[in-house]
């Protein structure tokens, strides 16, 4: 059976021999029982020890790919046998001893805690406006729990965007070795966000246009690291207050808006353009208007109402 085989293929695989015979072949590979890896890309080597004459033959057969390992595997004597024969194209002669199965196992280890809290923090520094150093772990649960390869893992959130609870946060890792997915496991931690923002100094009332004194800055614990933050004063001057704001409230960019450059109800300059001929007259704006609002307008003289667009402080043009 074994001279049949080995009379079609290139590579001549022994899988039983006479001392004698072993002596005399260019390279013996013994399998191992088993063995502990930290690639996920296996080779000969992980698995046998090669030995021979020439060494140049011998560490081109240890390095003999294998596929690779996500947890455990189990290769037989035939399996590793075909493999050699499939990377070697050129006649050698092997001897393959030692154990008929070999269970392949990836080493793993438990990772450290700052090890996560790095890649949470890389991750919330990402989806959030603050930096990694502002962002605190304070604690990670069930990290026992947790097997990382041995290899040169790299790890990744897969959860995408803000986590909607930061004390009690919940997010998908993971694990990437020699660039490819292993397993993904779940992370608990508390995460704390401690960072400067704006906050209001006095009374603001219902639209207010902000002012300087109204405002200051202040280090404190951010009770929901979700929400989006004024993180100086001067971004929010001149803004105009969405609600009635009290002292120590932190200035969230949802709580004001721009300050309107045309209010309804006020008189306007209108310009009217055709050609080379341009004309204002007053209009009395019908509704609010920002910078570039088209918003519309009614033209005192002829009581007609007009489209337009706001250009400036009380000023609009008829819309093309």
């Given amino acids: 059976m074994l001279v049949a085989v080995t009379a079609m293929i290139a590579v001549l695989i022994c899988f039983r021999m006479s001392a004698a015979e072993v002596a005399s072949a260019s390279c013996l590979v013994r399998l191992r029982p088993q063995a502990s890896v930290k690639s996920a890309t296996l080779i000969l080597a992980d698995i046998a020890d090669v030995s021979g004459d020439d060494e140049a033959l011998v560490a081109r057969l240890a390095q003999t790919p294998l596929g690779s390992i996500t947890d455990v595997l189990l290769l037989s004597r035939a399996e590793v046998a075909a493999l050699i024969r499939s990377a ?51 604690s990670i649960d069930n990290l026992k729990a947790i097997e990382l390869p041995e290899g040169d893992v790299q790890l990744r959130v897969v959860s995408r965007g803000a986590p909607s609870n930061f004390r009690s946060m919940l997010l998908s890792v993971e694990a990437i070795l020699d660039r490819k997915p292993l397993r993904t496991f779940w992370v608990k931690a508390d995460v704390h966000v401690r960072a400067q923002v704006a906050q209001v100094a006095k009374p603001v009332a219902f639209h207010s246009v902000l002012k300087a004194d109204d405002l200051r800055e202040k280090v404190c614990d951010i009770e929901d690291p979700r929400t989006e933050y004024f993180r100086t004063s001067a971004e929010a001057i001149g803004k105009v207050s969405r609600r009635a704001l009290a002292p120590g409230d932190l200035l969230s960019r949802n709580g004001v808006e721009d300050a309107g450059l045309v209010r309804s109800g006020e ?54």
Avoid: C
């Fill in 267 to 320: 008189t306007v300059r209108l310009t009217v353009e055709s050609g080379s001929l341009r004309m204002t007259v007053l209009a009395r704006a019908l509704q609010n208007g920002k910078l570039g609002d088209p918003i519309k307008v009614r033209n005192m003289d002829s009581d007609r109402v007009i489209s337009a667009v706001v250009t400036g402080r009380g000023e609009v043009r008829v819309a093309n």
């Fill in 88 to 138: 070697n194209a050129n006649s050698v002669e092997v001897v393959l001893t030692g154990a008929d199965f070999t269970r392949v196992t990836l080493a793993t280890r438990t990772p450290a805690a700052a090890e996560i809290a790095a890649v949470l923090k890389s991750h919330l520094a990402l989806v959030t406006q603050w930096r990694q150093d502002e962002i605190e772990i304070h």
